[in-house]
Nanobody, 123 residues
């Protein structure tokens, strides 16, 4: 059974940095694309970033490109999201997910989800 456990969320000020993590277990992830989504209060869940577990160029939403960096440590089976220059609009629950795919220019997951970690950015 796949388990995804996010950690590292918290309360920061605008302009600060934060790194959140997603520890993955339960199966082999090579060949799959994993990533981060977020959901702000009253809004739909949106794609943030994705990365192919075996390597390759990452994917980012326009809203975070240049500020966020996704990475993974295969030995630790952990994915990270380094968030710099945080803004109040980045406030959301951040979820990691497996088996991402793109359809009609949008990203979705057909795999497993973590429970989410809250990131709050005060202005």
């Amino acid at each position: 059974q796949v388990q995804l456990v996010e950690s590292g969320g918290g309360l920061v000020q605008a302009g600060d940095s934060l790194r959140i993590s997603c520890a993955a277990s339960g199966r082999t992830f090579s060949g799959t694309t994993m990533g981060w989504f977020r959901q702000a209060p009253g809004k739909e869940r949106e794609f943030v970033a994705g990365i192919t577990w075996s390597g390759g160029s990452p994917y980012y939403s326009d809203s975070v490109k240049g500020r966020f960096t996704i990475s993974r440590d295969k030995a630790k089976s952990t994915m990270y999201l380094q968030m710099n220059s945080l803004r109040s609009e980045d406030t959301a629950v951040y979820y990691c997910a497996t088996d991402l795919y793109m359809f009609a220019s949008n990203w979705y997951s057909k795999g497993s989800w973590g429970q989410g970690t809250q990131v709050t950015v005060s202005s």
